[in-house]
């Protein structure tokens, strides 16, 4: 009885395990190139932006790469810093205009991720964006109350580059009345990473 209780145990575990890699290939079988994906979507990705003031970009810790803060830098034009509060009803940037802006902020992180990695591939998952994780800061005014909506242009974007279960992430949107340089949305992330 102990043995055909051991059997039953040992094969729904493997079951398990059969279930849990069919959602999240290995990397050695994993079909989907990160940049190929970038070039399908035609989506441009600028410079990697360097720090604003005295603090690194990033920092590794083991397989855990913690992303600063990253602001609104147009890729398009001249490079300007999307500035502003949000809140229409104040005469603020729309909605619209600020996931335009966190959109922005992600493109920055994408791009500062692929120069400090090398090859996109190597991210396992977006923990949280703070848009993998992701941490969403919108210079807001009082009245304004979507800050979940402006964060969902850097969240969107992480999606259509690293798709599920990569991309899917946490992720914290707050208002705050200014920002560094009177940025109009301010992001950062922390990514979880494969080995070299």
């Not at 990033?58 to 397989?63: A, K, L, N, R, W």
């Amino acid at each position: 009885m102990f043995k055909s209780f051991l059997t039953r145990k040992t094969a729904t575990s493997v079951a398990r395990v059969a279930l849990s890699n069919t959602e999240r290939k290995p990397l050695h079988l994993r079909s989907i190139h990160i940049e190929r994906r970038i070039e399908e979507l035609n989506i441009e990705l600028p410079t990697a932006p360097l720090p604003k003031a005295n603090y690194n970009i990033v920092c590794i810790s083991g397989d855990t790469l913690y992303v600063s803060g990253h602001l609104p830098i147009k890729i398009q034009g001249d490079g300007t810093l999307i500035t502003g509060a949000l809140g229409p009803d104040d005469g603020g940037m729309t909605v619209e205009a600020g996931n335009e802006a966190a959109r922005h902020c992600g493109l920055n992180i994408v791009s500062t991720l692929k120069e400090q990695l090398g090859d996109l591939d190597r991210v396992e998952q977006v923990v949280k964006v703070c848009t993998t994780q992701v941490f969403g800061i919108v210079n807001s005014h009082t009245s304004f109350k979507h800050q979940h909506l402006v964060m969902d242009g850097c969240s969107d974007l992480i999606m259509e580059i690293f798709g599920k279960p990569i991309g899917y992430h946490a992720r914290s949107a707050i208002g705050v009345n200014t920002l560094p340089l009177n940025a109009a949305v301010e992001v950062e992330a922390i990514v979880k990473i494969k080995p070299e």
